[in-house]
């Protein structure tokens, strides 16, 4: 009898144990539920909270030295809210956050709630736009800047379509922006680019370090370069006459920008007589940003590869690379056009090959289509030739 007994007391007592030991496990501190731990608490002591509070506590400014910034959910932040409102000292409990982070949360809670409040439970307001209304808008508030809401509220009624005019405004925001309301800079120069010539120096060195400068005038509207020299020492005469060159029998254009530079004196401001001369600001590349690309493309593509012996070298060079970039080289900026080639593409001839040709001996080559039984090796090669 007293054997089984044992064997009974013993398994009694280690299900206790066991029982004791999920206990123990399931009111650990660092549980989760909010909840659970706060009826948890009322089973405990006074003197048993006072201790446990000022271990967390100090296990948090021991973290605090090592975690810079903790991320906090809204969940979190909502908590923080209300235990705050219910603690008559909060300020001096707070470890993690400041007093403002708390208040500033209660504010953004406040304005969350009401937002949610006023929304409206009845039957909503017009129905939304399609997208080809807006697209429409947009369009018409890009091609027309200085049309408001209600002159394109009129055009769409025309049109046979009826938008209010706040919903017209708020597409116009977001289709120009903020600063759009008038005609920009780069609106000027798209509209005005056939007309508009721009110059600039670019300075470069020969094999012994000394200055050359190449002066260069360009076409926006075509990317054609009109004019360009060469100089060691460009003064205002200079600069003066390569304009007269740059515009002979009185072919001229209406605009000419150029920068803020010494070299263009008194004597280019009478050769630039008849044109309005615009001068950017200063340290504002992008107000003559298609001449600095120039500048930038001549650089990257031909100086760099070559050392420069002197300034008759330097004019033979810019001089065939002129020729290749007005004559073949396609340009981005104007759809993959060549300034001075017909708008057409080129198609194969019947039993025709492809051909090329070097340019500044091989650092570039300029591609064509040759006709059957033509020897020629260049574009410029006579017809005769060509049999």
């Known amino acids: 009898m007293n054997i089984p007994l044992f064997f009974l007391a013993q398994s009694i007592g280690s299900l206790w144990q066991a029982v004791k030991q999920w206990f123990r496990q399931w009111t650990k501190p660092d549980n989760h539920s909010l909840a659970l731990n706060t009826a948890l608490d009322l089973t405990r002591s006074r003197l048993e909270l006072m201790l446990e509070n000022a271990l967390l506590r100090q296990q948090l400014i021991v973290l605090k030295r090592q975690v ?13 809210v209300l235990l ?32 949610r409040k006023s929304r409206s439970k009845g039957k909503r307001g017009r129905p939304p736009l399609t997208g080809e209304i807006v697209a429409l808008i947009k369009r018409l508030a890009k091609e027309n800047l200085r049309w408001g809401a209600e ?32 005609q920009n800079w780069a609106t000027f120069l798209r509209n005005q680019a056939s007309q508009i010539w721009a110059c600039d120096f670019l300075q470069t060195y020969d094999i012994f370090f000394r200055t050359i400068f190449v002066f260069v005038i360009i076409e926006l509207g075509s990317r054609r370069v009109v004019h360009f020299r060469v100089t060691r020492n460009p003064t205002d005469q200079w600069t003066a006459q390569q304009l007269r060159e740059a515009t002979p029998f009185g072919e001229k254009p209406r605009f000419l920008i150029r920068d803020n530079d010494r070299k263009y004196g008194p004597s280019f401001k009478r050769a630039a007589k008849g044109i309005k001369v615009l001068k950017t600001p ?47 080289r396609p340009h981005q ?11 057409r593409l080129e198609t194969a001839p019947v039993n025709g090959k492809l051909a090329s040709r070097p340019v500044l001996n091989g650092l570039h080559h300029d591609y064509f289509w040759q006709a059957a039984g033509c020897d020629g090796q260049g574009r410029g090669q006579p017809q005769a030739t060509c049999h």
């Open 282 to 328: 200063y340290k504002a590349p992008k107000a003559n940003a298609i001449c600095e690309r120039f500048l930038g493309s001549l650089r990257r593509e031909c100086l760099d590869y070559v050392l420069i012996l002197s300034e008759r070298h330097l004019h033979r060079v810019v001089k065939e690379y002129m020729a290749y970039f007005n004559k073949a």
């Open 333 to 343: 900026g104007i759809e993959q056009r060549i300034p001075c080639r017909p708008e």
């Open 151 to 182: 002159r394109i509220r009129g055009e769409l009624i025309k049109l046979g379509i009826k938008v209010s005019k706040s919903a017209i405004q708020k597409y116009i925001r977001q289709a120009r922006g903020s600063n759009s309301s008038s």
């Open 84 to 115: 705050s409102s219910k603690l008559r000292m909060w300020k001096n409990a707070l470890v993690i956050v400041q007093p403002d982070t708390v208040l500033r949360w209660h504010r953004d809670l406040f304005r969350r709630v009401w937002k």
């Open 68 to 80: 810079k910034r903790p991320k906090f959910t809204w969940r979190d932040r909502a908590l923080f």
